[in-house]
Nanobody, 123 residues
Framework: VQLQASGGGLVQAGGSLRLSCAAS????????MGWFRQAPGKEREFVGRISRSGGQRSYADSVKGRFTISRDNAMSTSYLQMNSLKPEDTAVYYCAAGGNYWTPARAHEYAYWGQGTLVTVSS
């Protein structure tokens, strides 16, 4: 199983980025997809999750209204569209497969993790 996150980079505050997470080696349709991030010196935190079908999404309050998770099951890929970026969004972003609708922020309930992609937002 491999989750390959990409799309990170340097962006100015107020800008946008779209991260991708390409999955292989698993039945993508059988897994919800979550996104987490870890800023320097801080613990990993939940960003959002999308259900297997894409019909249900949940977000952390800190990103609600600015970030959107989507998925393309035919391409086995999940996306994280990030708009109105702030310097405090700077972090390594990770995608993960698994989790559940009721407790999407519980990292230990995700079965597989990607390697992370760095997002840096300058002020």
């Amino acid at each position: 199983v491999q989750l390959q996150a990409s799309g990170g980079g340097l962006v100015q505050a107020g800008g946008s980025l779209r991260l991708s997470c390409a999955a292989s080696g698993l039945a993508f349709n059988d897994f919800g997809m979550g996104w987490f991030r870890q800023a320097p010196g801080k613990e990993r935190e939940f960003v959002g999750r999308i259900s297997r079908s894409g019909g249900q999404r949940s977000y952390a309050d800190s990103v609600k209204g600015r970030f959107t998770i989507s998925r393309d099951n035919a391409m086995s890929t999940s996306y994280l569209q990030m708009n109105s970026l702030k310097p405090e969004d700077t972090a390594v972003y990770y995608c993960a497969a698994g989790g559940n609708y009721w407790t999407p922020a519980r990292a230990h309930e995700y079965a597989y993790w990607g390697q992370g992609t760095l997002v840096t937002v300058s002020s």
